[in-house]
């Protein structure tokens, strides 16, 4: 039986390259889970032997061939693993499992919802269009449930920035992908309808800037900060006791050959 409970989201931008990023991650921060999104490899590519070295025995993957793809890691053994398609297209952008901590289980939802090209028009540009329809299939799957759902954790590449002080520039990214009122509100209202928690804005004030991906088009990345938040953790009002702190591992975006993500880590005790 485990009191305290770590879990780590980070778009990885490709598993089988940067799986040196992945085996350090394990290493230096020792989650119960790593949830990964965008490994861009079929299941039976993802490298489970490198991973199993490091002490993680469990993983279960929703993997496709060059793109997308999801993945859990994990110490804890997994139950009830769910692969689910939105839109119905059968993109992998969705894993979900159970792992038993502190006498009963928690379910995990790991995401990465589409980027949406980069001409924010339904009607021109078919990426976005299929972008807001998912955000919307996830309303209304978390507000039909909402009522019977507990203990769970919803993490992953949601691809959109809610906030202001979630991207460098409110005024300047009003027409860019990913902070247009349209996703905004789209994500808001999954968040709300839900009964989520947002858990990384419990612990960091809204009115605080905070971001979790920086352009690799920007070679001063560091210096010009011109990030947005584009990776979540939330959590069933249930889990909130037992949050203790968030954080986005930003050095991980400095490391050699990066994802352009950095590491979001929650810790929980439940003791």
Request: with cysteine; proline share 6%.
């Amino acid at each position: 039986m485990a009191s305290a409970f770590r879990i780590v989201t980070w778009n990885i931008n490709s598993v089988r390259l940067r799986i040196g990023l992945v085996e350090r991650l394990l290493k230096e921060f020792e989650p119960d889970i790593l949830c990964l999104q965008e490994i861009k490899c079929r299941d039976g590519e993802f490298p489970l032997a490198a991973i199993r070295k490091t002490g993680y025995e469990h993983c279960a993957v929703h993997g496709q061939k060059g793109y997308h793809g999801v993945a859990l890691v994990s110490r804890h053994p997994l139950e009830n693993v769910t692969r689910r398609h939105f839109c119905d297209q059968t993109d992998a952008r969705h894993i979900a499992a159970d792992v038993e901590i502190d006498g009963a289980p928690i379910n995990i939802e790991n995401y990465y919802v589409p980027a949406g090209g980069d001409v924010p028009d339904v009607k021109a540009n078919p990426k976005f269009a299929h972008k807001l329809a998912f955000v919307d299939e996830m309303q209304a799957r978390y507000a039909a449930d909402r009522t019977s759902r507990s203990r769970t954790i919803l993490v992953g590449d949601l691809n959109i920035a809610p906030l202001e002080t979630d991207v460098w520039s409110h005024k300047q990214l009003l027409k860019v992908v990913s902070h247009t009122p349209v996703e905004t509100d789209g994500l808001n209202r999954v968040l709300a309808d839900g009964g989520w928690v947002d858990a990384m804005r419990s612990h960091i004030p809204p009115e605080e800037r905070l971001y979790t991906w920086w352009s690799y088009r920007s070679p001063n990345w560091e210096k010009s900060d011109k990030g947005r938040r584009l990776d979540h953790v939330w959590i069933t009002e249930d889990l909130q006791p037992a949050l203790c702190a968030v954080d986005v591992h930003k050095p991980a975006r400095g490391w050699e050959k990066p994802s352009d993500h950095a590491p979001v880590i929650a810790d929980f005790d439940f003791g």
